[in-house]
Nanobody
Framework: VQLVESGGGLVQPGGSLRLSCAAS????????MSWYRQAPGKERELVAA????????NYADSVKGRFTISRDNAKKTFYLQMNSLKPEDTAVYFC?????????WGQGTQVTVSS
């Protein structure tokens, strides 16, 4: 089982980034997928989540209207489009896959929002 995040980096406030999470080793279409983030000295928090079919999504209040998640079950890839980025969005972003008692994490990708 692998979840590999990519797309992180350094961006100026107001900028955009698109994170990707490539999945392998499990039946991607059966899993609910989520993005979490963890800033230095803070607990990991849920950013956004999607049901297995992608028909239902939910977002943290802090990112509503700025971030959008999507999934391509054919490509086994999960995305996080981040717009209007703020310095407080700086964190390591993790991809999570969950189904019943199965729970998988990626290694994370750093997002830094700074001028």
């Amino acid at each position: 089982v692998q979840l590999v995040e990519s797309g992180g980096g350094l961006v100026q406030p107001g900028g955009s980034l698109r994170l990707s999470c490539a999945a392998s080793g499990f039946t991607f279409s059966s899993y609910g997928m989520s993005w979490y983030r963890q800033a230095p000295g803070k607990e990991r928090e849920l950013v956004a989540a999607s049901t297995s079919a992608g028909g239902s999504t939910n977002y943290a209040d802090s990112v509503k209207g700025r971030f959008t998640i999507s999934r391509d079950n054919a490509k086994k890839t999960f995305y996080l489009q981040m717009n209007s980025l703020k310095p407080e969005d700086t964190a390591v972003y993790f991809c999570n896959a969950r189904y019943l008692w199965y729970n998988y994490w990626g290694q994370g990708t750093q997002v830094t929002v700074s001028s």
